[in-house]
């Protein structure tokens, strides 16, 4: 720093009180925002930039509201904007000490103390836990997490008795009825509840009311039963995956993070980020790790534009840092490109200065599911980690609560910056008061969260578990081995329960062979002795192209491809009768060709199998689903049942300069060649391509780890499989 910038320092903040500013930053932290916000680099360009915004926004007359809207509606959003006013303030007052910066947060912090004991619930309140200030709790907790830190920032600016008219106003009774007022949310092991223990206990760091803390911790009882350590406990995965899946993993991260922040900087003796091998950590890393170039998958009631640039995991990545010094996630606080007016922050700002940034390492990865981790779990497979590098997910988690999908052994498929096998997400719009108010809509239960919204198995068009949550959450998958190689991604899961007399077990592998082939092998095979209709889409994002099926399109009318479970939103298209023995079906997706490949193989002979094509919007007068599609492959059988997939990503399709290259399949063959081994533990899968090149896919059933060698014999030469699946090279 330059000697006049250290002068300016000294003289703009020679007065300064850090004792009473202890919530989220040492004093040692403090000082140094100071200086840093006098001198140059990234903090100080942010300073200068949150500052003007504030300053800006204080020529206007302080608008507090009586609660009128639901989420997303005039009210809501305006006291969304007072408490992350507040926040800001609060911060510059810290560093500046200017005194007009706490008179703000002072003057909104009075319109409130006046304003809540008066309010009764609020008028469009929620079903489930209703907020005062707004329509649900959940956001009353959200609004305290922020305001807090304002007023924590201030309040050595606060004579005694202001603090006590806003303490007494506004944050006692908020954080008693976020508490003792609302046993069934604070108790609560779900993303309500920590934002609930969250609000209370920071609020009772920063008031002086350790009671609250210890509750806040322990539950209303400070049993353990309930609380902050309890969440801690079960709501997290030994490798840091969130029951409810990413998007909501991200959305609880915030209070997690910041809440743990206070415990750490308050009660360091507690050691909260090393508690249950540091799963807080592991929480943060995993929330970036669930993401495809910036976006988060959209599994579960997931809202599809949400990604690492969402301020609760800037916030997590910025304690981290703090915690690891781990380079990656500077790589990762780059791409947010938002720095933090925070001690933290202002770490990650020096470094990101300093050019230590490294490439964080996204790798091939299964996240267990469930508290020990033997709940299912979410198998990553990343391959060729370049501009264009493929990502597939394999989805064989628990339900994930009431958020969860009825989608066992799902997956999805990126490539190319582009999510081409898709999931649906939520039906939602979020905070568009004009789609019911913000809330999830009608279709979420009734398409969304169905099975046949998804890519797996659907048995005689009912959902799993019948469309039970209880029941689902009683249930998970149960993942038989996961395998990564430089050349094979693979993993094999299997599902007992959804179905009363179906099993169904499904393997998956990422293949990027020397020879240039890059393509996913799918097997899913079921289990029954009953006469089924067995239904298996792919909901794909592209320009259909051809298929080797001959389709009869619906071209005067349509209608419903069924009365419930979901099939009543699809549109049935065009569907043909399979009569070869390889049914493909090709599409363009930017600029790459993909061909979805299937063979069917039954102990039935009397097989009746056809493709259909269909589209998102029967049944849908209010246009609340976006009108996506889907090409399902349909057996009508009795007895045992594989379905043998291939997923082919082949050619280029260049619009600018006119050129298309292997814009068809290259696959000639895909065949389970299983009976041609002499052991029958060995399931064979044979492709070749028109290059002339196949491979054979080889998995011992019975292999116990990944170190075990398994023998086999297939036309006349032996093979060794190095531990559960192997790819060989013909």
């Known amino acids: 720093m330059k000697i006049t910038h250290i002068i300016l320092a000294l003289v703009s903040f020679a007065t300064f009180d850090c004792t009473a500013n202890n919530l989220l930053e040492t004093e040692q932290q403090v000082d140094a925002m100071q ?21 800006l926004a204080m020529a206007e007359k302080i608008n507090v509201p009586l609660p009128a809207d639901a989420g997303g509606g005039y009210t809501h959003e305006v006291h969304k904007r007072n408490y992350a006013m507040m926040r800001d303030a609060g911060r510059l007052y810290m560093i500046t000490q200017d005194k007009k910066y706490a008179n703000l947060v002072r003057d909104i912090l009075f319109e409130y103390a006046d304003m809540y004991p008066t309010l009764p619930l ?27 830190q304002g007023y924590d920032s201030v309040k ?76 801690l406990d079960e709501l997290f995965s030994p490798e840091g995956y969130y029951n409810e899946g990413p998007y909501y993993q991200r959305f609880a991260l915030l209070p997690f993070a910041l809440f743990a922040k206070a415990i750490d900087v308050n009660d360091p003796d507690r050691n909260i980020f090393e508690y249950r091998d540091g799963i807080l950590l592991k929480a943060i890393t995993t929330t970036i790790e669930l993401s495809y170039d910036g976006l988060f998958f959209g599994i579960n009631d997931a809202i599809k534009d949400k990604g690492i640039d969402t301020m609760e ?29 925070t001690g933290d922050g202002l770490e990650v700002a020096n470094a990101l200065d300093e050019g230590l940034a490294k490439p964080y390492p996204f790798v091939s990865k299964v996240y267990g599911d469930g508290i020990k981790g033997d709940e299912g779990a979410l198998v990553v497979m990343r391959q060729n980690q370049a501009a264009d590098h493929q990502t597939l997910v394999f989805k064989a988690t628990s339900q994930g609560l009431g958020h969860g999908h009825f989608d066992k052994l799902n997956w999805l498929f990126f490539n190319d910056g582009e999510e081409v096998v898709y999931d649906y997400g939520a039906a939602r719009f979020l905070n568009i008061e004009a789609k019911y108010g913000g809330h999830y809509l009608f279709e979420n239960d009734a398409y969304a969260k169905q099975t046949i919204a998804h890519n797996t198995l659907i048995v005689d ?85 051809e298929s080797s099926v001959a389709f009869t399109g619906k071209n005067k009318s349509q209608s419903a491809l069924g009365e419930k479970n979901g099939y009543q939103y699809l549109w049935l298209q065009a569907q043909g009768k399979v009569t070869d023995n390889l049914a493909k ?30 589209r998102i919007g029967a049944n849908d007068p209010n246009f609340n689903l976006i009108a996506k599609q889907a090409l399902i492959n349909r057996v009508n059988t009795a007895g045992n049942v594989q379905f043998l997939n291939m997923l082919e990503v082949h050619g280029e399709y260049n619009g600018s300069r006119e050129y ?38 080889a998995i011992a059933k ?24 192997q790819l060989f090279r013909l």
């Open 35 to 55: 200086a840093a916000a006098n001198s140059s680099g990234s903090f100080a360009r942010e300073f200068q930039r949150r500052k003007a915004q504030v300053d």
């Open 122 to 148: 609020h008028p469009k309140q929620k079903e489930q836990s209703p907020g005062k200030l707004f329509w649900q709790s959940l956001n009353e907790a959200m609004w305290l997490v922020y305001s807090i």
């Open 156 to 231: 050595s600016a606060l004579t005694q008795k202001e603090r006590e008219r806003i303490e007494n106003g506004v944050f006692i009774p908020m954080a008693t009825y976020l508490s003792d007022e609302s046993p069934e949310t604070f108790d609560k092991i779900h993303n309500h509840g920590t934002w609930a223990v969250a609000a209370v206990g920071m609020t009772g760091y920063v008031i002086d009311k350790p009671e609250w803390v210890e509750k806040s911790l322990y539950g209303l009882d400070k049993s353990g039963k309930g609380g902050f350590m309890r969440q």
């Open 313 to 341: 995991l800037v916030h997590g990545v910025t304690i981290a840092y703090n915690k690891t010094g781990e380079k990656g996630l500077l790589t990762i606080a780059k791409e947010q490109n938002q720095i933090l007016l």
């Open 461 to 545: 068009e009912t959902t799993h578990f019948k469309g039970n949550t209880k029941v689902g959450n009683q249930r998970h998958p149960e993942v038989l081995f996961s395998e990564f190689d430089e050349q094979m991604q693979i993993s094999s899961a299997i599902m007992k329960d959804a179905y009363d007399d179906v099993v169904f077990s499904r393997t998956q592998a990422l293949v990027n062979s020397d020879e240039g082939h890059v393509f996913i092998i799918d097997i899913l095979d079921v289990e029954t002795e009953g006469k089924h209709q067995l239904d298996l889409p792919v909901h794909f994002n592209g320009q259909f192209i």
């Open 585 to 614: 079906v090709t599409w363009l997706n930017k600029n790459t060709f993909y061909t979805h490949s299937t063979v069917i193989n039954s102990s039935n002979k009397q097989l009746d199998q056809e493709l259909l094509m269909v």
């Open 660 to 697: 298309t290259i292997d814009s068809g399949s290259q696959l000639s063959s895909l065949e389970n060649v299983s009976s041609q081994s002499n052991d029958d533990a060995i399931t064979l899968i044979k492709a070749t391509f028109e290059t002339g090149v196949t491979y054979l896919l």
């Open 702 to 725: 019975d292999a116990t780890d990944k170190n075990a060698k398994t023998a086999f014999m297939y036309s006349d030469k032996e093979y060794v499989i190095q531990g559960n699946a």
